[in-house]
């Protein structure tokens, strides 16, 4: 492999879109180091494709560091992994990819490298293997590079450390002098550029600190967080995979009116009303879906399927209800519960309950004991109570896939 020379990406997942920021605030780019096999973890394969508080360890370091103010992302992958990296971070946008070189060092340059064409002022490099990164770190590394070039977050040691060679102790260590370093550790960019360029150590650097120090930069060390350790053991995913419990609200409202056919729940309610609006307004699914979404962390009803596109008028509510499912799988997640309330004086809800419940649980994939049909009036009282529409209310959990 001709590792010394810069690397074109790969692929642009998305366009770079510019980060809204003041004209206080530094460009931050990152580049995120997932091309290890990551054979410790004893998973199937790759761990930065294993599936960690439902998604993947990548998504989640690209996530994490979004969250935290990070603008465009390069994430250098290894050999034959592109198509898997492109799918787990489908969505994102301002990530590209770039093949990473044959050891961390060249990794990290060639991910370097791909920024040069519109450099950023400074640059986290982080290792995918460290998902949960606290956004206060990154605020903590980005004040340290105001007056020095390179910055690493670190612990303090809290076990005793000693020197071993060959299965013995050799002799204590003194942990007053030694940290936990971790990742990301921030440079200014063109500093760690033109020192990664320069590099003439150990190809196996342990880390950036090392090519930096090595070509004369001041690297200051700030506190890092527990949250940054690095998944490295089966048990590390184990412990993480706990079910994840998500929850979102649902509510809708559509107008009765003479001469529409009623559909609620995914059934024809034979009534001498029915609802008026988008679709077939079915209220009591959209609320259902809008709870799905919601608890998925996918916006509503609205966005994905827009009453002014043409392509929804008159669709069955039930086409919206297995997309949110499937969007909801896809972000790792299986329906954990639904409960729907209906709130209308007419018609009567009581004897279409039960075939309403089997049928939203045949529409959501699960067994009939996830899902609850509930039945309210409003006493008379509001639009509802006068018979001019219908409300439905609903929430749903979802529980994180393993
Ligand atoms: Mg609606």
């Not at 998973?43 to 979004?66: H, N, S, Y």
Request: negative net charge; glycine residues 10%.
């Amino acid at each position: 492999m001709d590792c010394g020379h810069p690397r074109k990406p790969l692929a642009a997942l998305a366009m770079a879109a510019d980060r809204p920021l003041g004209p206080a605030s530094p460009e931050i780019a990152a580049v995120i180091v997932a091309a290890g096999m990551g054979v410790r973890a004893g998973q199937d394969g790759p761990k930065q494709f294993t599936r960690w508080r439902g998604k993947t360890v990548l998504r989640a370091a690209v996530e994490a560091l979004r969250a935290g103010g990070v603008g465009p992302v390069v994430v250098a992958i290894g050999k034959d992994m592109e198509h898997r990296a492109a799918q787990t971070l489908e969505g994102i946008d301002s990530v590209s990819l770039v093949s990473g070189g044959a050891t961390r060092q060249l990794s990290v340059r060639a991910g370097l490298e791909a920024l040069a064409g519109k450099p950023p002022e400074l640059v986290l490099i982080h290792d995918a293997a460290r998902p949960d990164c606290p956004a206060e770190v990154i605020g903590r590394l980005t004040a340290a590079l105001t007056s020095a070039r390179g910055a690493i977050p670190n612990l303090p040691v809290v076990d005793s450390m000693i020197h071993a060679a060959s299965g013995q102790m050799h002799r204590p260590a003194n942990r007053e002098e030694l940290r936990r370093v971790q990742t990301p550790q921030a440079f200014i960019y063109a500093d760690i550029l033109a020192a990664h360029r320069q590099w003439q150590g150990e190809p196996n650097a342990g880390d950036d600190a090392q090519v930096a120090q090595a070509a004369g930069m001041e690297v200051v060390l700030v506190e890092g967080d527990e949250r940054l350790r690095k998944l490295t053991f089966a048990q590390d995913f184990m412990a993480s995979t706990l079910p994840s419990i998500r929850t979102g609200t649902g509510f809708d409202v559509h107008r009765l009116t003479a001469g529409e056919e009623l559909w609620l729940c995914g059934l024809h309610i034979p009534h001498d009303k029915g609802l008026a609006g988008h679709s077939d307004a079915d209220v009591a699914l959209h609320a259902v879906v809008d709870a799905v979404l919601g608890a998925a962390g996918q916006g509503d009803i609205g966005q994905h399927f827009p009453p002014s596109d043409p392509q929804w008028r008159g669709a069955p509510s039930a086409r919206f209800v297995e997309h949110a499912v499937a969007l909801a799988q896809a972000a790792g997640y299986t329906i954990g519960n639904v409960d729907l309330t209906i709130i209308c004086e007419a018609p009567k809800i009581g004897p279409h309950r039960d075939a309403m419940r089997a049928r939203l649980a045949e529409l959501l994939g699960t067994g009939l004991d996830a899902v609850n049909v509930k039945a309210t009036t409003t006493e008379r009282l509001g639009f509802t109570g006068r018979g001019e529409g219908i409300a439905a209310q609903a929430v749903a959990t979802l529980v994180a896939q393993e």
